[in-house]
Antibody, heavy 121, light 108 residues
Framework: QVQLVQSGAEVKKPGASVKVSCKASGYTFTSYGITWVRQAPGQGLEWMGWISGYDDNTQYAQKVQGRITMTTDTSTSTAYMELRSLKSDDTAVYYC??????????????WGQGTLVTVSS | DIQMTQSPSSLSASVGDRVTITCRASQNIYTYLNWYHQKPGKAPKLLIYAASSLQSGVPSRFSGSGSGTDFTLTISSLQPEDFATYYCQQTFTTPTWTFGQGTKVEIK
């Protein structure tokens, strides 16, 4: 069965960086992309970016462009999201999700369990 | 950027009620529209893709309709496990995507 397992909660100080991992299993990692979505406390879903599973092509949301880097390690079927220069409003639960674009449209069909990142001095 | 606006922001309903949530796009997105729901402390779950296609394993009481700029998610008979927050998502601008702000469905 498809599973996405994320790394554990992090506490960071303002200005620091955080790197969250997302280990995939149960499907061919290089056939699908991975996306990252965050959710601040009590707020809605915010799309952050996408990375291809086979050629490292990326697309980032304008709001975090310049502070974010998404990478993959195909040898371990793991995706990574690094966010730099952290601010207090980066405090959120960060989710990875598998992106299926095999049909005429795309959707996020499997999600990780979420990783809480807290930014506090 | 395409903006997605859901209405209402919240609603109260009883088990067995028919519930309708709407989502409006700021420009034509054809049928590039997905619906998810999310329960507290859990990851979102895909319900409907391409405006009206039911994701495998999702109960048939969920249905989606619409095209262009106006879309609807309908729950034909609300069940206790359906109390959650519902989000629409446009995929017209793949690989960049936008979610609506969410609609919280609460118990009356």
């Amino acid at each position: 069965q498809v599973q996405l397992v994320q790394s554990g909660a992090e506490v960071k100080k303002p200005g620091a960086s955080v790197k969250v991992s997302c280990k995939a299993s149960g499907y061919t990692f290089t056939s699908y992309g991975i996306t990252w979505v965050r959710q601040a406390p009590g707020q809605g879903l915010e799309w952050m970016g996408w990375i291809s599973g086979y050629d490292d092509n990326t697309q980032y949301a304008q709001k975090v462009q310049g502070r974010i880097t998404m990478t993959t390690d195909t040898s371990t079927s793991t995706a990574y999201m690094e966010l730099r220069s952290l601010k207090s409003d980066d405090t959120a639960v960060y989710y990875c999700a598998k992106v299926d674009c095999s049909g005429a449209t795309c959707f996020f069909d499997y999600w990780g369990q979420g990783t809480l990142v807290t930014v506090s001095s | 950027d395409i903006q997605m606006t859901q209405s209402p922001s919240s609603l109260s309903a009883s088990v067995g009620d028919r519930v309708t949530i709407t989502c409006r796009a700021s420009q034509n997105i054809y049928t590039y529209l997905n619906w998810y729901h999310q329960k507290p402390g859990k990851a979102p779950k895909l319900l409907i893709y391409a405006a009206s296609s039911l994701q495998s394993g999702v109960p048939s009481r969920f249905s989606g309709s619409g095209s262009g700029t106006d879309f609807t998610l309908t729950i034909s008979s609300l069940q206790p496990e359906d109390f959650a927050t519902y989000y629409c998502q446009q995929t017209f601008t793949t690989p960049t995507w936008t979610f609506g702000q969410g609609t919280k469905v609460e118990i009356k």
